[in-house]
């Protein structure tokens, strides 16, 4: 049910981030908080006990990343909550406890966003590692359905959270060396996620362990991960609200030390100062962000991949959110050793890894062909979700999950460096924080309409059949749209190659014609 879909957003979140880079080598997830570049010098300028102090912060923050993505109960919640030991009904955790989790992504999300940059991170941080103690405390404890229900809610929490710590890392260190940590940071999560996944199956298969004990192990490690958490350094600067905040403490004492001589120089100096604040807040870089999304949206290549993201993602996360519900019905296991979702959790943490890495070498004319690469991926994952909801073969629903996420992983690199590449760091973080939202939203709605007890409460295998439609729907469009535009670009182009050769023919008649002397004294052309 809930599985890796947290680790998946925390994973889309580092690459989004250095938008200078080609990021991206790695899981998905969904808004990459840039940090700003401050006033902080180059690398090459700080002196030489400054790398000593920011690698160890690094190093510190990796560490505490990967034992956060450590949870060995997480790919077998949804066993657990249908097992003897919980008793809940698949009806119910179907319709009833699994949308709670996307409404409480939606609610917290902006107030996440927002409030990471204004608390410079670490508050976030804290309140994302209780959210998770409270999780397993609740898993561990509760017995009603409104304790998983509000399970899921902080399960919502901590996934809106996870944007504190990609933007973190940032803050650490000098613009020089945004894609290094971006590599430490992503991968410290995915050995976390890896490791998290293969020691649950070992607890499970191996170890025979109950999902209670499971959960208490879960417990003991992301208690561990709130002490963490209660350790990391305060940043000094962020994105938005505090991204040049030594520069106006050193403003403000000087202003301090001038304010007295300038009131006896003109009285109405305070008067004018207050009036002139009242609109300040026109000029701050959030709102400065906002107006300059106008333009973002007019641009072909942003409107095509941020359609993507927020489009193929919704339906993404759908499937992580309620796979292991359809694995359950599937093959609904007697003995907790024959359930293995956590090693199939692994091998597509791995395969994704892999088409993320493989991604960020693939050259091609992304202007003439993103929307029929985009159109094949997508009528694949169709088809992949038309097995999973047909077949009663456990193992090709398993292969068939694996394969549709790393089709998803595949685009997300390109995706996020067709976005970001032009954009500066403040606005690449407004547009992947609006393209999340609005994803988040069609969740919601989505969810509301087709799973929630209040609308059509379908079981889990129409739900996939609804998903195939969905993506079935997203391919006709993408087709369409790759049919007009390699048309129009063949169609043009003879046109182009006129224009090319009248510009060279126009360049040669401007040439001055080289002359030579004759025997008589005159000129002759050559």
Not at 134 to 155: A, C, D, N, P, R
Not at 217 to 239: E, M, N, Q, T, Y
Not at 438 to 458: Q, Y
Request: aromatic letters at 14%.
């Amino acid at each position: 049910m809930l599985s890796h879909s947290a680790a998946e957003q925390n994973n889309e979140m580092d690459l989004k981030m250095p938008a200078a880079e080609a990021i991206e080598g790695n899981l998905g997830g969904d808004i990459e908080v840039a940090v700003c570049t401050s006033e902080e010098p180059p690398a090459s300028q700080s002196p030489p006990e400054e790398p000593r102090k920011w690698m160890w912060a690094v190093i510190f923050l990796c560490f505490f990343g990967f034992m956060a993505s450590i949870k060995p109960g997480e790919p077998f919640i949804t066993p657990y909550l249908l097992s003897t030991e919980k008793n809940f009904t698949r009806q119910q955790v179907t319709n009833e406890i699994t949308p709670v989790l996307t409404y409480s992504y939606m609610a917290v999300l902006v107030p996440a966003f927002l409030l990471t940059d204004f608390l410079r991170y670490k508050p976030v941080l804290v309140i994302q590692a209780i959210s998770q103690v409270v999780i397993w405390l609740l898993l561990l404890l509760g017995t009603s359905l409104l304790q998983m229900q509000f399970m899921e809610f902080f399960y919502g929490v901590t996934m809106a959270c996870r944007v504190a710590y990609s933007s973190y890392i940032f803050s650490l260190v000098s613009p020089s060396l945004y894609q290094r940590v971006a590599s430490y940071s992503r991968s410290s999560v995915l050995l976390g996620v890896f490791a998290s996944s293969v020691l649950g199956q070992l607890f499970i298969s191996v170890g025979q362990t109950s999902y209670n004990t499971l959960s208490a192990i879960s417990l003991g490690f992301v208690s561990f991960g709130l002490l963490l958490s209660l350790c990391l350094p305060w940043p000094k600067r962020s994105l938005f609200f505090n991204k040049a905040c030594k520069q106006e403490h050193r403003e403000v004492a000087t202003r301090a030390g001038t304010k007295a001589e300038l009131y006896k120089m003109n009285p109405k100096e305070d008067e004018l100062a207050a009036a002139g604040s009242a609109s300040h807040w026109k000029d701050s870089v959030f709102v400065q962000m906002l107006m300059e999304l106008r333009t973002v949206v007019k641009r072909p290549d942003m409107r095509l991949w941020s359609l993507w993201w927020i489009f193929n993602s919704t339906g993404y996360y759908l499937v992580l959110f309620y796979v292991h519900i359809l694995w359950s019905k599937v093959y609904p296991a007697t003995e907790n050793k024959n359930v293995y979702n956590g090693a199939v959790e692994a091998a597509s943490t791995l395969l994704s890894a892999l088409t993320s890495f493989v991604a960020g070498f693939v050259k091609i004319r992304w202007n003439i062909w993103s929307e029929l690469v985009i159109g094949v991926i997508t009528a694949v994952q169709a088809g992949l979700l038309l097995l999973m909801g047909t077949t009663d073969n456990i193992w090709a629903c398993y292969v068939a999950y694996v394969l549709f996420r790393s089709f998803y992983q595949f685009l997300v690199p390109i995706a996020t460096f067709q976005i970001a590449s032009s954009l500066t760091k403040e606005l690449c973080a407004l547009v992947f924080g609006i393209n999340t939202f609005l994803g988040t939203i069609l969740k919601s709605i989505i969810n509301l309409i087709f799973s929630d007890k209040r609308g059509l409460a379908m079981d889990v295998h129409s739900q996939f059949l609804v998903y195939f439609v969905y993506f079935t729907l997203l391919t006709v469009i993408y087709f369409t749209s790759a049919g007009v535009v390699i048309f129009r670009h063949f169609r043009n182009q003879p046109k182009r190659q006129a224009i090319t050769q009248q510009s060279k023919c126009t360049e040669l008649s401007q040439v001055v014609p080289e002359v030579e002397p004759l025997s008589n004294g005159k000129n002759a052309k050559t």
